[in-house]
C-alpha cells in the first residue's frame, strides 16, 4: 500500500477526548492522536478552498474523505532512534510481577509461548517499537490543566463559576502519522491541504490543538509495521523432553509455523448479524470467507469509543471496540496467512477510514526479550526564561509531583513486597516507633541504634534473621536500608523519572530519603501486623 507519512510536533496540548473520562467537567485525552482528528481538519481546509463543493455528492471528495479508498491511520508516538512510529503495545506481553521495573524488566509474549511466571503482570505502557524484538516501552506525556468558566469573570463563586479538569497530551512530543492513498495524485492533494500547521482535538480557543506538520514523504509500498518470521533455525529452540525447564524458558524461540498471530494495530469496531457489538474472531472468519475459525489464545480489551460530526454538530453514538494491541492465535490449518495479508490493506469492522480496523500478521513472534530504556525528545519551541519568583513555584510544583510520584511507588512496593516468617507484632512495632521517630529527625539512626540492640538480643535476632525479603535476610535489609539511603532501588525509579516544571528538575534531598524509607518500613511492617489481625478474626469466626 502506499501512504502519504508525516510528524506532528505538539505547539500545544492536544485535547481528543476518550469517551470514559469521569464527570460530566472532566475530559482525559488518548495517548495518541486518533485518525479522525486528521481527517476532520483536512475536510475543513479543503471545504474552505472549495466552498462550492458538495462533499457528499462529489466523486473526487468522496474518494479523499468519505468512501475508505483514502485511510486516515491514527498517529502514534515518533521513535527518533528507529526513524519510525511506535505501535500499541500488545496486550499479550507479560512480566513477572516482583521484577517489573520499568526500566529493566524481561518480557515474555504469552501469545508465543506461556511462561510459568509465579506472579504474572501485562505491561500496562501504551506503546512499542514498530520491530517486536527489543520492548522500549512508551506511554504518551499528559499535562493536567484546570480552567474556571463564571458567568462574571471578575467573581468566583458557587453557582456562577464552573470548573473544568482537562487531562491532554503534552506539548512537545512528536506523533508520526500515516495517510493510505493509491495514487500520488491523492496523495499531493492532501500533502497540499496539510501545509505547515493544523489544529487538532477540542477547546482551541483556550490554548489547545496546534501541531507543526513536519516530514511530509511519500511512500510507496509502505507497511505499518515489520514482520518477524520464522526461521528454521529457531526449531531447536525448543525445549527437549530432558531439559531443564528454567533453562526452556530463557530461550527466546519464535511462534512456531503452524500458528498465525493477528495483533490490533487500532481498535476495531465489529458487530454481529444483529447489529450489537460482536466477537472478533466470528467478524474475521466471515471476512476471510471460512466456515470454521477455532481461537488458540487470546488478549483482549474492550474500549468505548465515540467521535463528532461537524456536519451535524453532534457526537456520533459510543460504542465498545476491541481495544488496539489485542492479540489472537489461530491455526495455519484454518486460515492462511496469505487470506490474512489480503485485510493488512482495508482492514476490518467498521470507520475503517478514520483508522479504526487495522491489524498485523505475525508481528510480534520471540517468546522473551529484554526491555530498554526509551526517553522522548521534547521539541520545545523557545527557551523558557523565568522570574525568580516564578522559579521558586515551579520548583515547588515539581518538589509536589515527586511527592505524588513516591507516594504511588511507595504504595504499590508495600503492596507486592511479600515478607516470609515474619518476626512477632511486638518486634515490628519496635521497628515501626523508630522508623515514626525517624522522619521527624530527618535521619535513620534510631532505626540503626534498634538494630544494634536486637543483635545483642539472641532470641529477637533469630525472629529478624529468620524473615525474608527479596531473598534478604529482614535484619539486614533493615540494617541496609538505614545505612545506604537507597530510595530509587527501593521505589523503582530513576534520576530520569524526576518530574520537571518550566525548567526546573524535583529536588529529591536526604530528609525525604529518609523519610519515604522510613514510611517503607513502618508500612511493610503495619501491613504484616494487619495480615495477622485479619487472619486471626477469620480464624475466631470459624
Not at 519496635?430 to 522508623?435: F, K, M, N, P
Not at 518530574?499 to 514510611?519: F, H, I, K, N, S
Amino acid at each position: 500500500m502506499n501512504a502519504l507519512t508525516f510528524n506532528l510536533r505538539l505547539c500545544e496540548p492536544i485535547l481528543a477526548t476518550q469517551p470514559e473520562s469521569g464527570e460530566e467537567n472532566s475530559a482525559r485525552a488518548y495517548g495518541f492522536i486518533p485518525g479522525s482528528l486528521l481527517r476532520g481538519a483536512l475536510i475543513a481546509r479543503y471545504r474552505r478552498v472549495h466552498p462550492q463543493i458538495e462533499l457528499t455528492s462529489d466523486g473526487n471528495t468522496r474518494r479523499l474523505f468519505l468512501d475508505g479508498t483514502v485511510r486516515y491511520l491514527n498517529a502514534y508516538p515518533w521513535l527518533p532512534s528507529r526513524e519510525s512510529r511506535m505501535l500499541p503495545t500488545p496486550l499479550s506481553w507479560f512480566t513477572e510481577k516482583n521484577e517489573a521495573h520499568p526500566k529493566t524488566a524481561k518480557h515474555y509474549d504469552f501469545a508465543v509461548a506461556e511462561a510459568k511466571l509465579e506472579n504474572a503482570k501485562d505491561a500496562k505502557v501504551e506503546f512499542c517499537p514498530r520491530e517486536a524484538d527489543v520492548a522500549q516501552l512508551y506511554a504518551a506525556v499528559r499535562q493536567l490543566n484546570v480552567h474556571n468558566q463564571s458567568e462574571d469573570r471578575v467573581r468566583k463563586q458557587a453557582g456562577q463559576s464552573t470548573v473544568y479538569r482537562y487531562e491532554a497530551i503534552a506539548a512537545g512530543q512528536v506523533f508520526s502519522a500515516a495517510i493510505l492513498v493509491e495514487t500520488k495524485s491523492d496523495a499531493d492533494t492532501l500533502a497540499a491541504l496539510l501545509g505547515d500547521a493544523l489544529i487538532l482535538g477540542g477547546s482551541h480557543t483556550a490554548g489547545y490543538g496546534r501541531v507543526d506538520v513536519q516530514a511530509i514523504e511519500y511512500k510507496e509500498n509502505w507497511r505499518e509495521y515489520a514482520e518477524n518470521t520464522w526461521d528454521d533455525r529457531d526449531k531447536d529452540k525448543y525445549k527437549d523432553e530432558d531439559e531443564d525447564e528454567d533453562d526452556a524458558r530463557e530461550k527466546p524461540f519464535r511462534l512456531p509455523p503452524n500458528r498465525i498471530s493477528v495483533t490490533l494495530l487500532s481498535d476495531t469496531l465489529v458487530r454481529d448479524e444483529n447489529g450489537t457489538p460482536g466477537d472478533f474472531t466470528a467478524a474475521l472468519a466471515r471476512r476471510v470467507g471460512v466456515s470454521k475459525l477455532d481461537r488458540l489464545a487470546a488478549f483482549q480489551r474492550a474500549r468505548l469509543v465515540g467521535g463528532f460530526k461537524r456536519t451535524a454538530d453532534l457526537p456520533l453514538n459510543q460504542a465498545w471496540a476491541i481495544q488496539a494491541g489485542s492479540v489472537f492465535v489461530y491455526l495455519t490449518e484454518q486460515v492462511t496467512i496469505a487470506q490474512l495479508r489480503a485485510l493488512e490493506t482495508q482492514g476490518l469492522g467498521e470507520r475503517r477510514v478514520e483508522g479504526f480496523g487495522r491489524i498485523a500478521v505475525n508481528w510480534h513472534t520471540r517468546a522473551t526479550f529484554a526491555r530498554e530504556d526509551f526517553v522522548p525528545v521534547f521539541q520545545t519551541e523557545r527557551k523558557i526564561t523565568l522570574r525568580p519568583a516564578s522559579i521558586r513555584v515551579a520548583q515547588a510544583m515539581a518538589n509536589r509531583q515527586l511527592r505524588a510520584l513516591l507516594n504511588t511507588q511507595l504504595l504499590d512496593v508495600i503492596t507486592e513486597t511479600i515478607i516470609k516468617d515474619a518476626p512477632e507484632n511486638a518486634q515490628l512495632a519496635r521497628v515501626r516507633a523508630a522508623a515514626q521517630q525517624s522522619v521527624v529527625k530527618t535521619n535513620l539512626e534510631d532505626v540503626t541504634t534498634l538494630m544494634k540492640n536486637i543483635a545483642k538480643i539472641k532470641n529477637a535476632k533469630e525472629q529478624w534473621e529468620r524473615a525474608h525479603i527479596d531473598g534478604v535476610s529482614l535484619f539486614d535489609w533493615v540494617v541496609a536500608r538505614a545505612k545506604k539511603l537507597d530510595l530509587e532501588a527501593q521505589l523503582k525509579f530513576t534520576n530520569a523519572d524526576l518530574p520537571r516544571v518550566a525548567g526546573q528538575t524535583a529536588q529529591l534531598d536526604q530528609a525525604m530519603r529518609v523519610e519515604y524509607l522510613a514510611r517503607l518500613m513502618d508500612g511493610l511492617m503495619q501491613k504484616i501486623s494487619r495480615e495477622r489481625q485479619q487472619a486471626a478474626r477469620i480464624q475466631e469466626a470459624q
